[in-house]
């Protein structure tokens, strides 16, 4: 039997994480908290509710696709919560960034944007699959879908999920920005696995960021935001000029909801990073024989466990450390033995609620295949949230030695 304070816990990939971050890769809280210059004098901002408002007698005012216009006209085009929000992400993300109303309307609206010749995806999230299939399905010119390992054209859309939903498993960026830039195509990073400040897509090649921010940008499991960033403000004004016409917009809760969340993300990512790290490789210890037991958990229960941390340098000289400078993902999965013990686990357990979703403060646990169908019914995805990692461990160990009894 093995115990889980011998001395091999941190291997030279957690240095990152366990160590204070460096400057570069770290989240300013006083950006966080002072970067959307408010007006007026409220410490939290009110909520807007207004659709409209009250016109200049000199008609528009200039810069109405801005990020902080001087004065609002109409809350599809702007409205000040959430012209604060993106002041706010765009400082964090390194760009120029502009939310929606899910994270599937961003992914909409980016595939408007970019009108792709042909898209290049392997995996991830089903959403963005069905997302794709609805935009394809809207377009008079065929627009096909590729692999990833295909060859690219002049013209191709790269989407690229990276850590991959739902495993948590790491991609080269660089390496795909090389390929689809020497045909002079574009990449696009899903990056809501990896929200600042653990990677920042941007450094490596990248020409666009998509985040899901329901998860960790949000945090607490109570709005639904999509967010893009770009490079410039003149690919933003595009963006802002499609969403205007779509109506994707966020709504004024979500976006006062969002502001809130954003003010502590410095606090709950760093945590949550570290504590999904430490459970993750905790848990691929335990990935021994029936018969044997790791720190209290049987043998023979869990066969695999997918995370950043846990990959081999590939032919190619990447590992994920390197491109992960902040630290790891908090979500990744596990593969159990039986389908009897990958549909019992999310409800043998006190701390993790069963649910979908990720990024919250709350620790979620899922069979994946019940929310997509295409993935092994074995596995189960965790997303850790900010509780304590010694609560989460005893959780699991318990309910992992439940189920192994047919409880």
């Known amino acids: 039997m093995l115990s889980s304070n011998e001395s091999f816990f941190t291997p030279i990939y957690m240095v990152n994480i366990m160590n204070p971050q460096s400057p570069v890769c770290q989240l300013s809280g006083t950006q966080l908290v002072h970067g959307d210059h408010g007006p007026g004098d409220e410490v939290a901002p009110s909520i ?30 702007s409205q000040s919560v959430t012209s604060r929000v993106e002041q706010i992400l765009s400082k964090v993300n390194q760009g120029h960034a ?92 899903d990056s809501t696995f990896g929200p600042p400040p653990l990677q920042y897509p941007f450094k490596w090649g990248a020409d666009c960021i998509f985040h899901s921010g329901t998860k960790y940008f949000g945090g607490h499991s109570d709005l639904l935001c999509g967010i893009i ?29 969002l502001l809130r969340s954003l003010r502590t993300m410095h606090l709950r990512i760093p945590r949550q990073s570290a504590s999904g790290t430490e459970i993750a490789q905790w848990l691929s210890r335990a990935v021994v024989p029936e018969g044997q037991e790791y720190d209290g958990i049987p043998g023979g229960v869990i066969t695999k466990v997918w995370h950043s941390s846990l990959q081999e340098t590939d032919a190619n000289g990447f590992h994920p450390s390197v491109q992960m400078e902040g630290g790891f993902n908090a979500c990744f999965s596990i593969l159990l033995s039986k389908k009897d013990y990958a549909e019992k686990l999310p409800h043998s357990l006190e701390y993790f609620v069963p649910a979908t979703s990720l990024g919250g403060v709350e620790s979620l646990v899922e069979q994946r295949f019940r929310a997509d169908p295409k993935e092994n019914p074995l596995l189960v995805r965790l997303s850790i ?22 409880n």
């Not at 807007?48 to 085009?77: C, I, M």
């Open 48 to 77: 807007s509710v207004t659709s409209t408002f009250r016109a200049e007698p000199n008609g528009q005012p200039e810069w109405l696709g801005a990020r902080n216009p001087d004065k609002h006209v109409y809350s599809r085009y």
């Open 98 to 189: 502009i939310t929606y109303a899910s994270g599937l309307a961003a992914a909409f609206s980016a595939l408007v944007y970019f009108k792709p010749k042909r898209i290049a995806i392997s995996g991830g999230y089903m959403g963005c699959h069905g997302t794709i299939s609805i935009y394809i399905k809207g377009r008079f010119a065929d627009t096909p879908m590729i692999s990833l390992d295909d060859e690219f054209q002049e013209g191709d859309l790269c989407w690229l999920e990276t850590p991959l939903n739902p495993i948590g498993e790491s991609r080269n960026i660089k390496y795909y920005a090389d390929k689809i830039h020497a045909v002079g195509g574009k990449l696009l990073i």
């Open 229 to 257: 960033i770009v490079k410039t403000e003149a690919e933003r004004e595009q963006l802002w000029h499609d969403r205007a016409y779509m109506g994707n917009m966020m709504g004024s809760l979500e976006s006062w909801l």
């Open 385 to 406: 949230g900010v509780e304590e990692v010694a609560d989460l461990k005893d959780d699991l160990r318990k309910a992992l030695v439940e189920i192994s009894k047919g």
